[in-house]
């Protein structure tokens, strides 16, 4: 059984920055690819970023810039780097594995899902 945790997640003013993390229980993440969701309210859960098994990256255009995603094997914990927040921001974030070497941004490529941290940006 794999659990994903995350971490990280709280309140931020506007262009404030935050760092999120999330570790998988039950297997490494060492040759999978792992992602960022988020999900605000009354919206559908939205792709953040995509790091692959090598530490190749994809992002959502609209993302690109403010947010770095990032993996460290050794410590098996993937990472999401949120710079100048906005409160279009806020939502709850997700982690996620693939269980294969590289994924992109598509709700099916995932196999396991994190419960999911709480992000407010407040203006």
């Known amino acids: 059984q794999v659990q994903l945790v995350e971490s990280g997640g709280g309140l931020v003013q506007a262009g404030g920055s935050l760092r999120l993390s999330c570790v998988p229980s039950?297997?490494?993440?060492?040759?999978?690819?792992m992602g960022w969701f988020r999900q605000a309210p009354g919206k559908e859960r939205e792709f953040i970023a995509a790091?692959?098994?090598?530490?190749?990256?994809t992002y959502a255009d609209s993302l690109k810039g403010r947010f770095t995603i990032s993996r460290v094997n050794a410590k098996n914990t993937v990472a999401l780097q949120m710079n100048s927040l906005k409160p279009e921001d806020t939502a709850v974030y997700y982690c996620?594995?693939?269980?294969?070497?590289?994924?992109?941004?598509?709700?099916?490529?995932?196999?396991?899902w994190g419960q999911g941290t709480q992000v407010t940006v407040s203006s």
């Open positions: 790091v692959g098994w090598s530490g190749a990256t």
């Open positions: 039950g297997r490494t993440l060492t040759n999978y690819a």
């Open positions: 996620a594995m693939a269980l294969t070497y590289y994924s992109g941004s598509a709700y099916s490529d995932y196999r396991y």
